[in-house]
T-cell receptor, first 114, second 114 residues
Framework: DTAVSQTPKYLVTQMGNDKSIKCEQN?????MYWYKQDSKKFLKIMFS???????INETVPNRFSPKSPDKAHLNLHINSLELGDSAVYFC?????????????FGPGTRLLVL | AQSVAQPEDQVNVAEGNPLTVKCTYS??????LFWYVQYPNRGLQFLLK??????LVKGSYGFEAEFNKSQTSFHLKKPSALVSDSALYFC????????????FGDGTTLTVKP
């Protein structure tokens, strides 16, 4: 079974559209994340939720809105897509054990905005 | 504030030779340090982490890393590189007091040539 899954794997869309990416983890973890990896492969955290509560919200345009219906799911909705949103978006989850955590990443969603 | 630097964009080694991928960090308190590997078109996979204790940490696939507090470094090493080790490697740091947020380096592409 896939531990952290994302749908869709690929997303090609026009500028101005609204799209959602879904993430599910079956590890029983309390914390989930969204990262953006740009064309240079730099990885930046966008959001983090712990038990459905937002705990990290980096400087991200408010066109990006995460939603966590339960602690196993963290979806990312993007309004009014722009060319610069083209990137690979990774979901991850983790559980704090003995004060630290290891993050488990999904396979990524490759978003191309035309 | 916390930050991490991977000074080399690219590391090239011959198969069978030892490899080192460098990482230095900055935190205000005590660090948790991580190495992740990303194979092409895949999500990041955890390799190893340092929490406390022994400065030499052993991880997956024969990799190890040495925590050096005086040099604020956490270099990734392997005694004998394999072609299959070719991938993108990320170092990450989290201050022990900074719950939930790890900062990733910009990544180092390791190429192992036969």
């Amino acid at each position: 079974d896939t531990a952290v899954s994302q749908t869709p794997k690929y997303l090609v869309t026009q500028m101005g559209n609204d799209k959602s990416i879904k993430c599910e983890q079956n590890l029983g973890h309390d914390t989930m994340y969204w990262y953006k990896q740009d064309s240079k492969k730099f990885l930046k955290i966008m959001f983090s939720y712990n038990n459905k509560e937002l705990i990290i919200n980096e400087t991200v345009p408010n066109r990006f809105s995460p939603k966590s219906p339960d602690k196993a799911h963290l979806n990312l909705h993007i309004n009014s897509l722009e060319l610069g949103d083209s990137a690979v978006y990774f979901c991850a989850s983790s559980q704090v054990i003995a004060g630290t955590e290891t993050q488990y990443f999904g396979p990524g969603t490759r978003l191309l905005v035309l | 504030a916390q930050s991490v630097a991977q000074p080399e964009d690219q590391v090239n080694v011959a198969e069978g030779n030892p490899l080192t991928v460098k990482c230095t960090y900055s935190v205000s308190g005590n660090p948790y340090l991580f190495w992740y590997v990303q194979y092409p078109n895949r999500g990041l996979q955890f390799l190893l982490k340092y929490i406390t204790g022994d400065n030499l940490v052993k991880g997956s696939y024969g990799f190890e890393a040495e925590f050096n507090k005086s040099q604020t470094s956490f270099h990734l090493k392997k005694p004998s590189a394999l072609v299959s080790d070719s991938a993108l490697y990320f170092c990450a740091v989290r201050d022990m007091t900074n719950a939930g947020k790890s900062t990733f380096g910009d990544g180092t592409t390791l190429t192992v040539k036969p």
